[in-house]
């Protein structure tokens, strides 16, 4: 699948940004989408964490965090489903 390869690709170019600079919260956002599409629940948050460290009202930062947030309530939804069965 062609759209898998280049959204690892994308992935791979933005952790070699972030070793260069790993203070650098332009498009941020756009790796929070990609790491979303793949399902990558922990980087996501990880990636959250360390934004808000560095710049919590900077508008990448809310838009990963607004990202993160569905992924709770997700969690959340199925973890009680489950239960009540």
Avoid: W
């Amino acid at each position: 699948m062609c759209f898998s390869v280049d959204v690892d690709a994308a992935l791979g170019s933005f952790k070699e940004l972030e070793a260069l600079d790993p203070f650098r919260l332009e498009n941020m956002d756009t790796l929070s989408n990609l790491l979303y599409v793949k399902e990558m629940r922990y980087e996501l948050a990880n990636l959250a964490h360390r934004l808000s460290d560095i710049d919590k009202y900077r508008v990448e930062t809310c838009c990963v965090i607004g990202g993160l947030a569905p992924l709770i309530v997700c969690q959340l939804y199925e973890h009680y489903t489950v239960d009540s069965l």
